[in-house]
């Protein structure tokens, strides 16, 4: 089993280190971590460092740093625009999408999104896609943390601003499919995912930069939709 991996602000820049606060109690009182177990500390940017476990106090743990890494930003970036959906597939899809390998993800206010992100319940519910998102890392030990969102919830023009070359929206009744689609050796990838309801006529008129795409014959629910297709490009673009 890999060693467990614990998200810090910085790096220690000598041969020890000590975990506290959250990620110090989660290491100490919920891992129960001990004396000779290693750790892996990662600062989110793709910085890590390999640490051995020398003692372990109430929510600290303190050890030697034995070797570093850093491992360089993914090249192409995998964007998902992501249509709001209800209760919590959302954050189910979040959380599939960060243990997959995506990149960064923007919430979408599409037409059809049956819930709205308004005022402060914007805010925290943003807030929960990257709690959702840093969990998810951590469990799948990302050296670089995914960006979620900058606005709580973009609204169409956003997106269509965002849109270039290589960009792609699911759709149902597209003809082409994503597993044929050319993609960029660089740069990012812009999949947009539509909420339970579908992407509109008007929507999709306004993504006309991008490519309307297909995974297969099934429709996928919003919650699963962008995670197949990242497992696509994953696996096309060589990171699987």
């Known amino acids: 089993m890999s060693a467990p991996l614990f998200l810090v602000a910085a790096l220690p820049t000598g041969s020890s280190f000590t975990l506290d606060g959250p990620e110090g109690h989660h290491a100490a009182d919920v891992q129960r971590l001990r004396a000779g177990e290693t750790l892996v500390l990662a600062d989110g940017r793709g910085g890590s460092a390999v640490g051995r476990v020398t003692a372990v106090g109430k929510g600290v743990v303190s050890g030697t740093v034995e070797s570093r890494s850093l491992q360089p930003a993914p090249d192409p970036r995998l964007v998902v625009v992501q249509g709001i959906a209800k209760g919590d597939r959302g954050e189910l899809a979040v959380q ?8 960064e993800i923007l919430p979408w206010a599409a037409s059809r999104s ?8 914007g805010f925290k519910a943003r807030d929960k896609w990257a709690a959702t998102a840093r969990e998810a890392a951590k469990q799948a030990r990302r050296s670089w943390l995914p960006v979620v969102g900058g606005d709580p919830d973009c609204s169409t023009k956003q997106v269509a601003a965002r849109l270039g070359p290589a960009s792609f929206v699911l759709h149902e009744e597209a ?3 994503l597993t044929t689609v050319p993609l960029p050796t660089s740069g990012e990838i812009v999949l947009v995912v539509g909420p339970e309801g579908g992407i509109s006529d008007a929507e999709l008129s306004a993504f006309s930069a991008a490519t309307p795409v297909r995974l297969g014959r099934e429709v996928l629910r919003t919650s699963t939709a962008g995670v197949a297709a990242l497992s696509v490009l994953s696996a096309r673009l060589g990171r699987w």
Request: glycine content about 10%; proline content about 0%.
């Open 114 to 121: 049956v819930t709205q992100w308004r005022g402060d319940r």
């Open 96 to 103: 599939a999408m960060t243990e997959i390998g995506v990149d």
């Open 175 to 177: 003809t082409e499919r």
